[in-house]
């Protein structure tokens, strides 16, 4: 297949998983971001940029820094955003950039996220490295979507991102910015293949996280019940977190011991399930 016809395969792919008509591939991940959080400031005359105070990733709260917004962090349910704080918090929002699901561990309220800030003028930026063509995410529920290609992720290539705008009026605020975002196209037949191997990915995080869930029900496990990829286990002291690291370690999970801003401010273990190969 020629080059020109892989990449309008890949772009009608995203097209579907986003359910967005403006979809532009980019380099990595972050520079998605960026050109999403500049989208916002060429787009609102508001000022003030909502993040959680955890589960989202560092660039979130980097460039928003840089494009010198004013951040308001959300306290959280551990992550998932809670309706009620965004109300509080809503005057003098120009958007909302969040993860789904959150720290890979948690989906996240989209719909009514989207259907609140969309009544109070607010733009909403999904990040879905964690969930792009999972069952749980089917787009609709966000006016700017980013999400990265690198190792590690369900589309685990390696290289690249894309950001999609349902507007075709904010894609124009700075569309040389967005056109001007490259993507080597030697990637295109394996960004291919990744992307039709979405499905036996998710199958095969989600059994690890159902066997996981379930060997470790004696302990806390934060959002048990909710969607996502990554398994988050507290502990309340130094025993419970050695039993939960020996049983990664037996069982070759990897592991980030928390707090951690990009999984859970708490004292836990995140088992990794989203680096299992």
């Known amino acids: 297949m020629k080059k020109g016809q892989l990449?309008?395969?890949?772009?009608?792919?995203l097209k579907k998983y986003t359910r967005h008509d403006n979809v532009f591939l980019s380099p990595r991940g972050n520079k998605a971001i960026f050109a999403a959080l500049r989208l916002v400031r060429e787009t609102s005359p508001k000022n003030s940029i909502l993040i959680p105070d955890q589960g989202g990733w560092i660039t979130h709260i980097q460039y928003a820094e840089d494009l010198r917004f004013n951040i308001k962090t959300l306290d959280t349910d551990y992550g998932v955003i809670r309706l009620d704080i965004l109300k509080e918090n809503m005057k003098d929002a120009a958007a909302i950039i969040y993860s789904n699901p959150a720290g890979y561990y948690a989906e996240q309220p989209v719909k009514e996220i989207y259907d609140f800030c969309r009544k109070n003028g607010v733009l909403v930026i999904m990040d879905i490295s964690g969930c792009i063509g999972s069952d749980f995410y089917h787009g609709n529920f966000a006016d700017i979507i980013v999400c990265s290609f690198g190792r590690w992720k369900p589309v685990n290539h390696g290289y690249g991102g894309f950001i999609s705008i349902a507007s075709r009026e904010v894609s124009e605020k700075d569309k040389n910015m967005l056109e001007s975002l490259e993507f080597d196209e030697k990637y295109y037949p394996e960004l291919c293949k990744k992307l039709e191997s979405l499905k036996g990915r998710y199958e095969m995080y989600g059994k690890a996280n159902k066997k996981i869930k379930e060997e470790l029900k004696n302990f806390n496990i934060l959002h048990k019940s909710k969607e996502g990829v990554n398994v988050i286990a507290k502990f309340a002291d130094e025993d419970e977190k050695s039993r939960i690291i020996s049983y990664c370690e037996k069982n070759k999970y990897e592991f980030i011991v928390c707090p951690k801003m990009?999984?859970?401010?708490?004292?836990?273990?995140?088992?990794e399930v989203k680096r299992i190969e």
């Open 262 to 271: 990009i999984r859970v401010n708490e004292n836990a273990i995140s088992i």
């Open 7 to 13: 990449r309008a395969e890949i772009i009608n792919s």
